[in-house]
């Protein structure tokens, strides 16, 4: 996967400064989102919309676009076949730094928005399974995301923090709407999903089953992560689904909102940053709640401001 990334990446230099996806600004955006089982895609729709109804911009159009999720999302904004996406933040600093999946092919057109909510890693199984801890899924078939998604990375530095390397278990590469089916069907006994919190597609899977676990990470290995990754540590709290009785230990990205910055300018960019915050009461999505201009810029790191981000800062007060 990290290869054949590579190869989508390497061909973002074509602009005339070297940059990547240099090919004018534009007002037809696409928005990169995430797998119709997660929550990227539901809240990418629900930002299309509001987007083209708020920002004051002749001629704007967005369409949010099914997609693998964050780390294609950022390859495609640095090849110039999407301008807008959702994210996750260790991601992005990783795209412009040149790590990971982006080694050595650093994405340069990528500008930070702003930081949407916090989302969990969880480890879902069913009841019938009998799985009761992450070291039991050696030799069990579990969904880990498909190529292109945050979330592979996440899941393949929890199983391996427990020993389980590739060929210890068998790998599902889709996204939770997938794999989802796959767990009723008894074809997946597990999934690891970077979600929101609370992910109503996990919520239609206990309506469906009702017998839906999630599966907490041992203190040890999540020390491990958290000492080895960009994640924070994060408890699912009780009563967060009807299924789960007490804090289920786990860890968190934050989802944050992307613009190329060259394809949206500056005027474009603090619309969108405008309406992101100010119109965020407007999504129907459990999120919403956790959407605050005053931690707008937590995970930013590495990755630069948008121009129109940064005007917009300004302006509430939260830029010195």
């Known amino acids: 996967m990290a290869a054949a990334l590579l190869t989508v990446v390497s061909g973002c230099s074509g602009g005339p400064d070297g940059s990547a996806g240099s090919e004018g600004f534009t ?8 797998s ?3 929550v990227y895609y539901p809240l990418g729709q629900e930002y299309s919309g509001i987007f083209v109804d708020t920002a004051d911009v002749d001629g704007l159009a967005v369409t949010a676009v099914e997609t693998g999720a964050s780390v294609e999302n950022l390859a495609k904004i640095a090849r110039g076949e999407l301008q807008l996406a959702i994210a996750q933040h260790n991601t992005a600093n990783d795209a412009v730094n040149g790590r990971g999946d982006f ?9 930070f928005l702003g930081k ?19 070291g039991d899924l050696r030799g069990k078939t579990v969904a880990i995301g498909p190529p292109g998604g945050g979330t592979r990375e996440v899941a393949e530095q929890i199983l391996s923090a427990y020993g389980l390397e590739e060929g210890s278990y068998t790998p599902l590469e889709e996204g939770f709407g997938d794999a989802k089916t796959k767990l009723q069907d008894g074809n997946a006994d597990a999934s690891i999903e970077i979600l929101g919190v609370p992910a109503s597609s996990l919520q239609e899977l206990q309506a469906s089953t009702g017998e839906v676990k999630l599966i907490p990470i041992d203190t040890e290995q999540l020390d491990t992560v958290v000492g080895n990754s960009q994640f924070e540590q994060y408890e699912i709290p009780a009563g967060t689904y009807d ?12 989802a944050a909102m992307y613009a190329s910055t060259t394809q ?8 969108l940053t405008k309406a992101l915050y100010e119109q965020a009461d407007s999504l129907t999505l459990a999120q919403k709640e956790l959407i605050d201009l005053e931690e707008a810029t937590l995970g930013q790191g590495d990755v630069p401001l948008h121009p129109g981000a940064q005007k917009y800062f300004q302006e509430q007060g939260l830029l010195d």
């Open 27 to 34: 007002t037809n955006l696409q928005l990169g989102t995430g």
């Open 36 to 38: 119709t089982g997660g």
């Open 103 to 111: 080694e050595g092919m650093a994405v340069e057109n990528v500008g």
């Open 116 to 134: 949407l909510y916090p989302e969990a890693a969880q480890i879902i199984t069913l009841e019938s399974t009998g799985i009761e801890s992450v």
């Open 243 to 254: 299924f789960i009785d007490e804090p289920v230990p786990t860890v968190s990205v934050f």
């Open 264 to 271: 949206v300018d500056e005027e474009l960019g603090y619309e």
